[in-house]
């Protein structure tokens, strides 16, 4: 069995990593890939989104199932493109066609999936240019702070939380009518803000049965203390403490089984993962988004702890087997933390080289921005390497994750030493 795995970041070596222990892969491929995938894999050079390229790569090397990292590929529909094409259809594609994309690709969309299937989330509305005034309104009625989402794909930049209703209102007009996030902000999502603890349950669907996957916590801010700008994500813990078996419960029952469920009802035969990003108040839980691709770097907190194999899990995917496919987590923490150039999320230089990450036996370190030059790793990406380690407790995986960080080196380097702070 050859398996291809679209993306090239450190969700996309986790996955790699994962599907390398599965007896019954001959040859995985990762295209692009990064440095850590072609220890284990072949790199592909080509775009996930350039999908004749990716038939290429498929045809070529007698690909039997293709795994989507990252939403883009979902969202453009390399799954439907999949299923129309006569030599590719019978190719199995882990994650959702493009109708089932939209609970990502569009902010309105999941709302109104959320609102119709009964499911917990923030009130709101959504506005144009043409219904501005009427978004000014709705701002009126809101208790700060202020949550303007752009309703497409903004590369993770398309939220604003603001304090301030003169700045709100500006910002909506800057979203809608000057396309401050391009057309992915032509329409504009303005919801109220949800109070309590975020965290992440992911779920993995054949569009009828489902395995809910261990629950993680990432960390966005760039600062310590969760301050300063929006990143891509500074590390992650999982299991999450507060999210114990009484509220797991309530997420199924409440989020879970309804969303499964919602997507049948709407004809979307939905196979592949979902993020369900959840806030946590006083034990109830609300939706603040769903991914329809797991998260990261919270998948390399997550997917080191499922001891089942993952191809067996897929093949329940593409088969709708799952239910029949035995699964089970390690119980122990795994926290994860990531290694970001100097300058991110700004400006920042790539091309510097990384030394120290070889011998790290207490961690595991996955690639998330490199690449070989001149047979040297050097940095690729704002987001350049996650390390991640194993405890009986939170305070144990980080001290095992810290030190093996003392060990690693390129210029600039940068990451928070306070992951985790909130939970300990």
């Known amino acids: 069995m050859n398996i291809l795995i679209l993306g090239a970041g450190g969700r996309e070596h986790a996955f790699a990593l994962k599907l390398s222990e599965s007896k019954k892969i001959k040859q995985l491929f990762v295209a692009p890939g990064n440095a850590g995938t072609g220890k284990i894999a072949i790199n592909v050079n080509i775009n996930p989104t350039d999908f004749e390229a990716v038939k290429e790569t498929v045809l070529k090397n007698n690909i039997q199932m293709v795994v989507v990292g990252p939403e883009a590929p979902l969202v453009n529909g390399v799954h439907d493109f999949f299923l129309a094409d006569t030599d590719l259809k019978s190719i199995p594609v882990i994650g959702p066609k493009k109708d089932g994309a939209l609970l990502e690709g569009s902010k309105d969309f999941s709302k109104q999936f959320m609102q119709k299937h009964g499911i917990p989330t923030a009130r709101y509305q959504s506005f144009t240019k043409e219904n501005l005034k009427e978004g000014f309104t709705f701002l009126e009625t809101l208790t700060p702070p202020y949550v303007l989402k752009a309703d497409g794909l903004a590369g993770g930049k398309g939220v604003l939380i603001l304090t301030d209703l003169a700045e709100a209102k500006a910002e909506l007009e800057e979203m809608v009518s000057n396309e401050k996030f391009g057309t992915a902000s032509a329409t504009v999502v303005i919801e109220e803000f949800l109070k309590g603890i975020e965290l992440s349950v992911f779920v993995l669907t054949d569009g009828n049965s489902y395995k809910i996957l261990p ?164 940095s690729n990406g704002g987001r350049v390497m996650a390390v991640t380690s194993f405890g009986n407790s939170i305070e144990e995986a980080l001290a095992k994750t810290y030190a093996t960080i003392e060990k690693i080196q390129f210029e600039d380097m940068n990451y928070r030493k306070d992951i985790g702070f909130d939970l300990v």
Do not use: C, W
């Open 215 to 378: 629950s993680a916590k990432d960390y966005k801010r760039i600062g310590e203390g969760d301050v300063g700008l929006n990143t891509g994500g500074m590390g992650a813990i999982s299991p999450v403490p507060f999210a114990d078996n009484a509220f797991l419960d309530k997420v199924e029952s409440l989020v879970v089984k309804p969303t499964i469920s919602g997507l049948k009802k709407d004809g979307i035969d939905y196979r592949g993962f979902i993020f369900i990003g959840l806030m946590n108040d006083a034990g109830n839980p609300s939706v603040v988004e769903y991914n329809v691709r797991m998260g990261d770097p919270e998948t390399e907190a997550v997917l080191p702890r499922i001891e089942s194999d993952l191809y067996d899990l897929f093949e329940g995917v593409a088969k709708q087997t799952l239910h029949e496919k035995s699964f089970s987590v390690n119980p122990k923490t795994a926290t994860t933390v990531m290694l970001v150039a100097g300058g991110y999320p700004e400006a920042y230089q790539k091309g510097k080289e990384i030394t120290g990450f070889k011998n790290t036996e207490d961690s595991v370190v996955f690639h998330a921005g490199t690449k070989i030059e001149n047979d040297k790793v050097v």
